[in-house]
């Protein structure tokens, strides 16, 4: 009987929500209770499904890049392998072929994932934003403007793409009449303010939810051009790509990522850092920004003990310098501390790319930096960002046989060399040196450090490792070590960080 009443209480409570609704409005902002009935009815007609085909480059990066998709994006990907086709709970999807194919001049078959995403029409004339990770290497792309069984899934293809705030925008072949959604401002937006989310969640097809905006400018760690909104709307995996709307209809950002850990964390790339690029997406197909060539994190209170950095210095922590570039032209260093850039105070990596990105190409600036207890002046020549794949760049160099040498200390991951083959399927030059993870035990020192497999280790405490033999040198004891490590990713874009392995906990 005390179940039933809880059970009969859940339901009244569910049953005065709309009123409650219209009660908190108050008077002068009265709420009809069929507003997501008529937003639904104006936006939804312009939202698509999208599914995508995309050959698995690297089966050696296959369990860590689903983990990260799944953790951060909530996209689902399905793995055709094994010799299997389309079969099982996939015989409605259409029929696109065996989920397995033959590289040119190989016998070898590569696997192929199936992506499925949201995107909605911005133009009549068929062009749809959506995330850039729903089509990113993507062979093939198809686009479904209803559910009918009737529809036959449309060609698209990429007209533009922005890996840097994860956006891209695609060309639908259809010559029916799309109606256009209305772009908003997402800098009016307030905490607290209804807004609904519509998107192609788990593959059910146009789905609609609604909530409230919980917060503004969240950091994006991937994508450090943008600060994200975080809703409370249900966002599940598929709805990357799809809009957020106000209640006027309005897109006032695009759906990106979900915490998994907990229910109601979802976040959105606000519209007004996507109205900046569009033009160049439409007319360039890529964006131009300004580039130094670092990669940056938070300094850390253990890291900046760690390498003698005071408390009360504020910063932009450096992690990688890339050679040839702007600031390694200039003399700035892993482990600097960067202060100022063009005369703005700079505390975290967001300011810092802020900064970077509002400079002109070619200008001539001053960057200070915090190095080994000193503040220096540097000048550098601001260049353009390339391009994430441009970042990356294979080597052919002869192949090494990879030496195996014991742990004289256990470290909590297994190691191996980065043979050119390795290196290879990570997406890197066998130039970078260090030695690759390809195993870590659960809770084991690797693990709460932070690291994961396909990680590259390329220095301990700031010495540079060249292979096993190198690393097992300087890690020979229960002690803490500061490791500075690559961590692959999936669009192809380069990441740096500063970690403690601490053995003494183990």
Known sequence: MKNRNLFTLLVFATWLQPASILAATGPTQSLDSNVFVNLSKKV????VNISTL??????????????????????????????AGRGGDNSDDEDEGPGQFSAPGSNQRLPKAMSLGTGFIIDASGLILTNNHVVADADEIKISFTES?????????????????????????????????????????????????VGNPFGQGHSVTHGIISAKGRLAPDFQLANYIQTDTPINPGNSGGPLVNLKGEVVAINNAIDQ?????????????????LPQLRTKGMVTRGFIGVLVEPLTPEVAGKIGVPSEIQGSFVTHVY??????????????????????????????????TAVNVGDTV??????????????LIVSQRPGAQEQVKNSGEKKKKARKKAASVDVG????ELT???????????????????????????????????????????????????FYSHVNAKQTYLLRVRHPDPQGQERFSVVILDLKKK
């Not at 259809?174 to 959604?181: S, T």
């Not at 202060?339 to 975290?348: A, M, S, V, Y």
């Open 44 to 47: 939804v007609p312009s939202v």
């Open 54 to 83: 995309t050959t698995v480059k690297s089966p050696f990066l296959q369990g860590g890049q689903d983990d990260v998709l799944k953790k951060f994006f909530g996209d689902l990907f399905r793995q055709y392998n094994q010799g």
């Open 149 to 197: 069984k009737e529809e036959k899934p449309s060609d698209a293809e990429v007209v533009g793409r922005d890996p840097d705030i994860d956006v891209a925008l695609i060309r639908v072949k259809n010559k029916r009449a799309m109606v256009p959604v209305v772009l908003g401002d997402s800098d009016a937006l307030e905490v607290g303010e209804f807004v609904m989310a």
């Open 261 to 277: 850990r907990a229910q109601g964390i979802g976040f959105a790339i606000p519209i007004n850092f996507i109205k900046k690029v």
């Open 323 to 356: 050679p040839d570039q702007p600031a390694d032209k200039a003399g700035i260093k892993p482990y600097d501390v960067i202060l100022e850039f063009n005369g703005t105070p700079i505390h975290n990596g967001n300011e810092l790319i802020a900064a970077v």
């Open 366 to 379: 001053s960057a200070k930096v915090y190095r080994g207890g000193k503040q220096l002046e540097l000048k």
């Open 413 to 416: 991951m297994t190691l191996e």
């Open 420 to 470: 050119p083959e390795v290196a290879k399927e990570l997406g890197v030059s066998v130039k970078v040196g260090g030695v690759v993870i390809t195993q870590i035990a659960y809770g084991g020192p690797a693990d709460l450090a932070g690291l994961n497999r396909g990680d590259i280790i390329l220095e301990v405490d700031r010495k540079a490792i060249k292979n096993l033999d190198d």
